[in-house]
């Protein structure tokens, strides 16, 4: 039942979420509102107790250098499934790798919320301010984080982040010796959605179907039924796909024209498709550079296409290019 796979899912979340608030600035100014320090706030991941105990373990106001304010931490805290995402489980959707060579599959993802903690800590209650204004205006409630999965397949996927609660503290009590710390702790939900092993399938795709209809009564013969029909379907490219220019528009051609005027008819074949623009249209016969076309074939629209316009055909050799999930076309024959 089980098997490896690993698709970094949690990895590309997390460091993806770290990176929505890496470059976060603060800026002190004088009395005359000119700038005169600007900080750019670290962040780091780990929870905020490692931070305040480094705070407190190491108070020594004699030591030149301690841990700086302000500055940011963010961790992963927790993992939920959420059922109101769920997809059929049987369901799969396929992609091409980049290379166009092998075909995969992967069955729906499941769908879990991923639980962040950003703490932003500072010393001062007016930085604490500048970088929570640079973080809130993108939530509405959430935003919406573009993570690319699953290796080759280069699967996009927008991930929303959407911020839950916001909670403050901010301790006086202590000494001149304790030094304070400003807390500020922002909890985001992220909803992904946990894909499982990715297979090839380059050779399981089915590229021809033939369905045999028989009814009535056997014949004399014995041998065959009084109606007897075969189907037969193949899928077709409906738009050209390796750039294959045959030649080009002679005139400008409208709407209703089916007579159309190209540079170079002895490169264009009777009984096959050619590709204009955003049209596919059928060769129905060539004279000279003269093409008899039926227009906007197999769901595509009739456009106005200029002189120059490039001419380009679908052949079988286009089949072998389809992207999975295309509108593509079938030729059918019956036998």
Known sequence: MFEYFYNEIFRSVIIGFGSLFNG?????????????????????????????????????????????????????TDLQYDPSRKATQTQAFYGV??????TKKVYMPVPYNMTFELSIMTKLNDDML?????ILPYFQPSYTLPIKFLGELAETQNVPVQIESISMEDDYEGNFDTRRALVYTIRFTAKVYLYGPVSD???????????????????ASGTTYTRDVSYRVEPRAVQDY??????????????????????????????TYIYIGQEEMYVEDVTGNKLSVRRAQDKTKAQIH??????????????????IGDNFGFDGSTF
Do not use: C, W
């Open 242 to 271: 390796n750039d294959s220019q045959l030649t080009q528009l002679a005139e400008d051609i409208d709407l209703s024209e089916i007579v159309i005027d190209v540079a170079d008819g002895t490169q264009v074949t009777a009984g």
């Open 130 to 134: 500048q970088i929570v204004e640079q």
């Open 97 to 102: 790798t980049d290379d166009g060579t092998k």
């Open 201 to 219: 399938v380059t050779g399981e795709i089915v590229k021809k179907v033939q369905v045999g209809y028989i009814a009535g009564t056997r014949g």
């Open 306 to 323: 200029a002189s120059g316009a490039a001419v380009y055909s679908i052949t079988k050799a286009d089949a072998d290019f389809i992207d």
């Open 24 to 76: 976060i600035e603060i800026k002190h100014k004088d009395s005359n509102d000119d700038t005169f320090s600007v900080i750019k706030v670290p962040l780091a991941y780990g929870p905020t107790q490692k931070f305040l105990a480094r705070l407190e373990q190491e108070a020594d106001l004699n030591k030149p250098v301690q841990m700086t304010l302000p500055r940011m931490s963010f961790e992963f």
